[in-house]
């Protein structure tokens, strides 16, 4: 009976400490959790980025950073101080604006269907930023397979922090522009593709939209050594944004997220160095078209190219906003190569 009583304790006990290491986003008018929210420290840093169910691990804040910026949808929706993390579950206003309806154009079947958006990109080191990459984008299914022929970008801006050092055994000093990639729709079309072996799903019901959450992981017990690096805990986690109880279509489909890690050194460095990149795409424009032929302009990460302000339209994912109030004239715009 003792060891009984013990033992419930001790579960109590674990379940209460374990709870009090994670808080919770969630709705503001149903309560139900907020993935894909992102904490910024004062400095700017990204110190957090809540899971589908809303959770982020309390332990990435510390009282330094004093003032947090929580952003959702690409939009600051609030500015809170360490002790506000005190709650276990922090309720968000997360209607900062209506989903975007998707223009379906040319609806007759056709060979190919091209689904059109905007796109945005960026890199953190420590979670501090070190690149970024928005613009507008078209990817090309074939409408019988529903896979993905091409990605093509019509429009693009590169910025990069200013006075990368780029020293050979310094990981945490380097340029990762090149790390800037375009969101990866291989396969949107055939959903079921994701599930493989060392993938884990786990789906969440909203008020306004259906999501799903894959994630994987890889060199999680040893490292990768080549050539005098070390590459450790690599890890990607890729949200899909569908209609509200829908078949989940590419017709269907509303938001593309993805975020990978990496932790890389070299052998010489005494620490990990944490890299992370985000990739985001939003459609907004469908079609059904028999030529596979469009408009586009090589994504060159060395330079912008753009011909009209795309990002001065109110529903453009323009986090390079949000970037620049932190990092002021450091963030540097690449030459403009239209």
């Known amino acids: 009976m003792k060891k009984f009583f013990l033992l419930q304790i001790l579960s109590?006990?674990?379940?209460?400490f374990t709870n009090a290491q994670t808080i919770t986003f969630v709705s503001e008018k149903d309560n139900k959790p907020l993935?894909?929210?992102?904490?910024?420290?004062?400095?700017g840093s990204i110190l957090a980025f809540s899971n589908i169910e809303g959770k982020i691990d309390k332990q990435t804040l510390t009282p330094a950073q004093e003032k947090f910026q929580l952003v959702y949808d690409n939009f600051v929706v609030a500015t809170l101080s360490y002790s506000d993390f005190n709650n276990d579950i922090i309720k968000i206003n997360?209607?900062?604006?209506?989903?975007?309806t998707v223009v379906i154009k040319n609806n007759k079947p056709a060979k190919y269907i091209f689904i059109k958006g905007n796109f945005n990109?960026?890199?953190?080191?420590n979670n501090k930023l070190n690149g970024y990459t928005d613009g507008i984008v078209t990817y090309i299914f074939d409408n019988k397979t529903k896979k993905l022929k091409s990605t093509n970008?019509?429009?693009?801006?590169i910025y990069r922090v200013e006075d990368p050092k780029n020293e050979k055994k310094q990981t945490s000093?380097?340029?990762?522009?090149?790390?800037l990639k375009l969101p990866k729709l291989k396969n949107l079309g055939n959903p079921e593709e994701y599930k493989t072996k060392i993938n884990t799903i786990k789906e969440l019901k909203g008020n306004r939209k259906d999501?799903?959450?894959?994630?994987?992981?890889?060199?999680?017990?040893?490292?990768?050594?080549f050539l005098g690096y070390r590459f450790y805990d690599i890890r990607t986690v890729l949200h899909l944004s569908f209609e509200k109880d829908s078949q989940k279509t590419l017709k269907d489909f509303l938001e593309y997220n993805e975020l990978t890690f990496v932790k890389l050194k070299h052998k010489s460095e005494p620490d990990y160095n944490q890299i992370q990149v985000y990739s985001n795409f939003y459609p907004t424009e469908l079609s059904f078209e028999n030529d596979n032929d469009v408009q586009k302009v090589k994504?060159?990460?060395d330079n912008s190219n753009y011909t009209t302000k795309f990002w001065q339209d109110p529903s453009f994912p323009n986090m390079q906003s949000i970037f620049s109030s932190f990092f002021k004239g450091n963030l540097k715009e690449q030459e403009n190569k239209k």
């Open 12 to 16: 109590i006990l674990l379940f209460h």
């Open 35 to 43: 993935p894909k929210v992102s904490v910024f420290g004062k400095d």
């Open 94 to 100: 997360d209607q900062v604006k209506e989903i975007e």
């Open 121 to 125: 990109s960026y890199v953190t080191v």
């Open 153 to 157: 970008v019509q429009q693009y801006r």
């Open 173 to 179: 000093s380097w340029d990762y522009g090149n790390s």
């Open 211 to 225: 999501e799903i959450e894959v994630s994987g992981a890889l060199l999680q017990e040893k490292e990768f050594a």
């Open 299 to 301: 994504f060159d990460k």
